[in-house]
């Protein structure tokens, strides 16, 4: 079964523009997270998609925003870029069954994005 | 604010060694722990999750949890260079879809 997929894989942006990242999860898998990593912070929890619907937010600003598809493929978009936005972002992927104590999420290689 | 906290390390254990790597979480709450790996440059991959009191084998990896002390750690047995990477301790919010991470241990495995 192919794993999760991310696209672009790097990116090099200047601040002001915006960017959108793609992620396709596992097949099957309904729920989708978005992470952004950096050294000092750590994986941070942007927000989390289940069928269609944002389910949950991490702290960020409402320059970053994302959407589900039908076919649970997601997006992210980050308008206004600044140079703290250079980051790996990551995607993650989860069967979500609602099944009590299980939540295993399974992770994209991520997007590499540069702020110049 | 739930938390999750592990020693950021490095550990330096020689080959064939046992390394011990721990974490502790805020939300008494949770239910759900995973071990994640991540090799510098990659993203994190699962490797172990555990759900029950005790203890958790696969392979040359146990992970311990234990929720009265909000304690969960992994072992790792036999340790090879291979095994040299950052580990993440996430652990599932209760009443949420979420995951909170800690920052990771990082873990050198000298041959």
């Known amino acids: 079964k192919a794993g999760v997929t991310q696209t672009p894989r790097y990116l090099i942006k200047t601040r002001g523009q915006q960017v959108t990242l793609s992620c396709s999860p596992i097949?099957?898998?309904?729920?989708v997270s978005w992470y952004q990593q950096t050294p000092g912070q750590g994986l941070q929890f942007l927000f989390e998609?289940?069928?269609?619907?944002?389910?949950n937010k991490g702290n960020f600003p409402g320059r970053f925003s994302g959407r589900q598809f039908s076919n649970s493929r997601s997006e992210m978009n980050v308008s206004t870029l600044e140079l703290g936005d250079s980051a790996l972002y990551l995607c993650?992927?989860?069967?979500?069954?609602?099944?009590?104590?299980?939540?295993?999420?399974?992770f994209g290689p991520g997007t590499r994005l540069t702020v110049t | 604010q739930k938390e999750v906290e592990q020693n950021s390390g490095p550990l330096s254990v020689p080959e064939g060694a046992i390394a011990s790597l721990n974490c502790t979480y805020s939300?008494?709450?949770?239910?759900?722990f995973f071990w994640y790996r991540q090799y510098s440059g990659k993203s994190p991959e699962l490797i172990m999750f555990i759900y029950s009191n005790g203890d958790k084998e696969d392979g040359r990896f146990t992970a311990q949890l234990n929720k009265a002390s909000q304690y969960v750690s992994l072992l790792i047995r036999d340790s090879q260079p291979s095994d040299s990477a950052t580990y993440l301790c996430?652990?599932?919010?209760?009443?949420?879809?979420?995951?909170?991470f800690g920052k990771g241990t990082m873990l050198l495995v000298s041959p």
């Open positions: 993650a992927s989860s069967l979500n069954l609602d099944r009590p104590y299980q939540y295993e999420q399974y």
């Open positions: 097949s099957g898998h309904r729920s």
């Open positions: 998609y289940f069928s269609e619907t944002q389910r």
């Open positions: 939300d008494r709450g949770s239910q759900s």
């Open positions: 996430a652990v599932k919010n209760s009443g949420y879809s979420t995951l909170t």
